[in-house]
């Protein structure tokens, strides 16, 4: 690693297994995408580590999808006191939330999950027509949509873990 580290890269780098598996957490739930990370330390840049998470998004089962998903809020309603969840969702005005959440609602009863898109950046009216499009797809094809957004939703949150935002690049 260079001195040119930066400080929150250094930081995960340096921490023990289980402080880095607890970072990791604030990115992404998966259990078994943590560990994966975590195991593949240090990572000598941002470049590096953002290949790492592709990687160990790729090997993710579709039960580790299901952890990773259950910690996400619906679109529309951002945890409460989550800083992440409301600036990820900042696209969506108040007056707009109603009817995501109701658009969401039917596709949880489709899929049996929330729905997951990367919302950094997007408008409603963007996230309206992936609601509408992606409620009638089919399992296997809603899974690798879903592996998709949410490598890109690792991707910006692990670009500010690091030291190294990604907010324009989902």
């Known amino acids: 690693m260079t001195s040119r580290t930066p400080p929150g890269l250094s930081r995960l780098n340096q921490a023990a297994a289980a402080a880095a598996v607890s970072l990791l957490r604030e990115v992404c739930a998966s259990t078994a995408w943590c560990a994966q990370m975590a195991a593949g330390r240090p990572y000598a840049d941002a470049g590096e580590l953002l290949a790492a998470s592709d990687a160990a998004m790729s090997r993710l089962s579709a039960a580790d999808l299901r952890e990773a998903m259950a910690a996400h809020p ?8 989550d800083a992440a969840s409301a600036r990820e969702q900042s696209g969506v005005a108040a007056g707009e939330r109603a009817e995501l959440l109701e658009l969401g609602a039917a596709y949880q009863r489709v899929h049996g999950h929330v729905f997951l898109i990367c919302a950094t950046g997007a408008s409603a009216a963007h996230i309206r027509a992936a609601l509408r499009e992606r409620t009638g797809n089919d399992e296997a094809t809603e899974r690798e949509i879903v592996r998709t957004e949410l490598g890109k939703i690792n991707r910006i949150r692990l670009g500010r873990l690091a030291g190294t935002p990604q907010e324009d690049a989902p």
């Open 74 to 81: 619906p679109i529309g309603r951002p945890a409460p006191g």
